[in-house]
């Protein structure tokens, strides 16, 4: 999640918001990362590969306790799974089981956000599948392990784990898995804000699925080509793709899948400002998971209805629902999900004006994305912790705080994160009344954004250098750029923010209007 907190607020305060985070769930491991108030943005993880190698029809020794595994691991009972798989491990075992077992493991150990457990046991099987020149097994093990890499925000290496994976699984014309690692490519390249080559491998995976009539991985990569429509802003066209997803989802009876694309139409109209239509989405989730006993889906849709209800400012509500998000995510052993409901416990307190208590949750966060080497998520909760300082007036630690958080953005090439950044350091040297030092960064903000498509945040990019041209008194430049943000607004349907931008605008103008009234009355 980005750190993207500069939105208009008036015509003389560039306003920090801090962000708050929810995972929401999304097909193919998605996470959709959400702001507290009022923006939001999608992003996108991986699909770990699965592997069985004959466990189903192992002898009885091996298969029962594999089966006992299976039956746990469905109930997200993950601690438990990775029990009965470690009992597999018989002298009867063969190279390619082991493989098999490793990789089943490692998954339960992503689960629960362990990722250097999870790596480990990925490299067992990959040292496991060479062993027994199990090609199919070894394709499995590198694509996760690119996986971990991605979580790391080591992009290079995960590409170069991924692409060996791609053509271990072209080389067997297993068309299946050549999909899956195609969309997992195109999730490295969103994740460097790369949009036009990642729904370029998104288009491939769809192609692909489409052929071999592999219904749910056509809604898989659906939902992943509408997440780029979604960073890029352009919000009905998201709707549109999420909805072929969940129309799909619907037709071979995919529950899970059906509340996933819920939550993320839910998710659009939020963004869209419609928050009637959002809360419903996320309920009839709600509903879907409650039903078929999904838990982590239960507590990725409480979560969400905790950030609508923040958003129409019902604290209470939202305090209760992020609260039972959080316990479950607690229960499963989702670290980063519990990361997630820490921060955005923590900007309830932001805006009851707690700013102790704000801070306490968000370093827990922070404090947990570090133990699990969550280098995205890292990079969020410092940025919040520099908004944090920056609400205190502690401008100097808040600068430090963003600068971390833009040191990580960049070392992992995310340019829709490094974008965030600057526009928060550009924050800080307004609110020192630098002002043209914050038009620099803005301006450089405006050219990420445009250059990786995302209009939402050249939007905010050019509000906020509206508002700093009305500081500096040059109304004429504050309405170019406000007039530039509110059409942007209006053609992605922001509602909130076009009537926002739109009495600014008001506002700036009866400025102008009453300046010239007393210019003429001194003539």
Known sequence: ????????????????????????????????????????????????????DGLPEAVPKIRNPFLEGRKLEGEYKYREAIQ????????????????????????CFYDLSELA????????????????????GLAAALGNIGVIYHHKGELDKALDCLQQALKGESE?????????????IGLIYQTRGELDTAIDYFQQALDINTEIGRREGEANQLNNIGLIYHTR????TAIDYFQQALNINREIARKRGEAMQLGNIGATYADKGDLHKALDYHQQALNIDRKIGNRQGQASDLGNIGLIYQIRGELDKALDYHQQSLKLHREIGRKEGEADQLGNIGNIYLTRGDLDKTLDYHEQALSIDRQVGNREGEASDLGNIGLIYHTRGELDKALDYHNQA???????????????????????YAAKGELDRAL????????????????????????????????KGEPDKALEHLEQSLKIFEEIGAKMEVEQTKRIIERIKESMEKTRGQESGNV
């Open 1 to 52: 999640m980005d750190p993207i907190s500069w939105i208009i607020a008036g015509v003389t305060k560039v306003v920090n918001i801090v962000t708050g985070r929810q995972r929401l769930k999304q097909e193919e491991r998605f996470h959709r990362e959400s702001m507290a108030v009022e923006t939001r943005k999608a992003a996108a993880l991986e699909r770990i590969a699965e592997y069985l």
């Open 84 to 107: 009965r798989y470690e009992a597999c491990f018989q002298q009867e075992t063969t190279a390619s089981q082991r493989a098999a077992l490793h990789i089943l493991i490692g998954s």
């Open 117 to 136: 457990e999870a790596e480990g046991h990925y490299r067992e099987a990959e040292t496991a599948a060479k062993e027994a020149g199990d090609k199919e």
């Open 172 to 184: 067997l014309g297993r068309k299946e898995g050549e999909a899956m690692q195609l969309g997992n």
């Open 233 to 236: 802003g352009e919000l009905d």
């Open 406 to 428: 833009l040191e990580i953005e960049r070392r992992m090439a995310r340019k829709h994160g490094e974008a965030s950044d600057l526009g928060n350091i550009g924050n800080i």
């Open 440 to 471: 620099e960064l803005y301006e450089q903000v405006v050219k990420i954004e445009r250059e990786i498509g995302r209009r939402w945040g050249e939007a905010n990019a050019l509000s906020n250098m509206g508002t700093v041209y009305a500081d």
